[in-house]
């Protein structure tokens, strides 16, 4: 018989509600003959406190042994800025390879978006998770003086790029309007931008059906704003990823829908699921948290593991909630929770 075997990292501030909710739709949705067996782990602010630790090694070793791995939210205003993003986040990203960040944005009925004229938005973005900026290569010279110099060396490799890139065709692919867009910025940042380039159009030759377009980032920023329906799927570098991410999620309903998934294809370390929002300490314990994101990031992890059906199912159950509560009295985390199971269980 078949089962999941998942590591729940609920983290920090409004990462316990929404977890909460997150199971009990998975719990709800998943076949009688799939076992669920769930082990939770205290990584965040309090642990950090406590310990002085992020994530060891030993953790590490820990995490390995799951399928995947579902997080709520890491981050309190009690630790100082970047301790938790670099030490938690970051490490587990890089430990076990999330080298395709995915992040879907959908506009969904009834969602409000800051555009005029309700517009189809239906893309993923697949932002690579492992390079560019975010390796930590580089150094501060003469530090504290009027002379410092910083570096802040962007990492590209031929590996790394062509991996993410294949496996972006291959999502276009899969999708109804089989267009690819490499987003980067390769008039001014000819080394790496070439690079990608290169291999953007190599790897194109295996998939003759995907229809390809090459975008400067900035021109990009205006393209979602103003016309986000071209878009299907959208591959870029770790940096430009985080940027146009964040502004699609800001279309797309906002960071109360916005799922994502750190992702590592080949399974040989486990993937990691989450909301793009963050730990929101301000409405903390109210259960005031819209716990959508999280649920939408379950059927993320589902469908990873193979689990199609029932991801589609929770995507149903999400869209249908969503558009029976426009103009409706806010709901509580628990409502919400309430609501989703009956739909996948109906
Ligand atoms: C994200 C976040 C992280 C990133 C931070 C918290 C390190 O902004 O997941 O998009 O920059 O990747
Ligand atoms: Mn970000």
Redesign the pocket.
């Known amino acids: 018989s078949r089962s999941l075997n998942l590591a729940v990292i609920p983290g920090d501030g409004i990462g316990q509600e929404v977890v909460a909710q997150g199971l009990r739709i998975l719990s709800a949705v998943l076949p009688q003959d799939v076992k669920l067996e769930t082990k939770e782990y205290d990584f965040g602010a309090r642990r950090y406190h406590a310990t002085g630790e992020t994530l060891t090694d030993a953790d590490l070793e820990q995490l390995k042994r799951h399928d995947a791995i579902l997080l709520g939210a890491i981050?309190d205003p009690s630790v100082p800025s970047g301790v938790l993003?670099?030490g938690f986040?970051?490490r587990l990203?890089f430990a076990f390879d999330h080298h395709v960040?995915l992040r879907p944005s959908k506009l969904l009925p009834g969602v409000e978006t800051p555009l005029a004229g309700q517009p189809e938005i239906d893309f993923v973005v697949v932002r690579e998770g492992t390079e560019g900026p975010?390796t930590g290569n580089g150094g501060t010279i003469r530090p504290g003086t009027p002379h410092a110099v910083a570096t802040e060396v962007s990492l590209n490799t031929a590996f790394g790029i062509e991996r993410v890139v294949r496996d972006a065709y291959a999502r276009a692919q899969a999708r109804p309007r089989k267009k690819l867009a490499l987003v980067h910025k390769n008039n001014v940042l000819v080394h790496a931008g070439h690079l990608w380039t290169d291999i953007f159009t190599k790897v194109g030759e295996e998939f003759p059906e995907v229809t390809t377009e090459y975008m400067h980032v900035d021109a990009a920023t205006i393209h979602l704003v103003t016309r986000p329906e071209r878009f299907d799927v959208i591959v870029t570098d770790?940096l430009f990823g985080?940027i146009i991410?964040?502004l699609a999620a800001a279309i797309s309903g906002g960071i109360g829908v916005a799922a994502?998934g750190n992702i590592n294809p080949s399974g040989e370390f486990p993937s990691m699921f989450?909301p793009?929002h963050g730990s929101a300490p301000d409405i903390a314990g109210q259960g005031k948290a819209d716990p959508s994101a999280t649920v939408l990031s379950v059927a993320l992890l589902l469908r990873h593991l193979g689990h199609e059906s029932e991801a589609a199912r929770i995507e149903e159950a999400v869209s249908a909630d969503l558009a029976e509560r426009v103009g409706e009295p806010a709901r509580t985390t628990e409502e919400i929770g309430d609501a989703l199971v009956a739909r996948v269980t109906g």
């Open positions: 981050g993003e670099r986040l970051l990203r960040n975010y770790n985080d991410t964040d994502s989450e793009v």
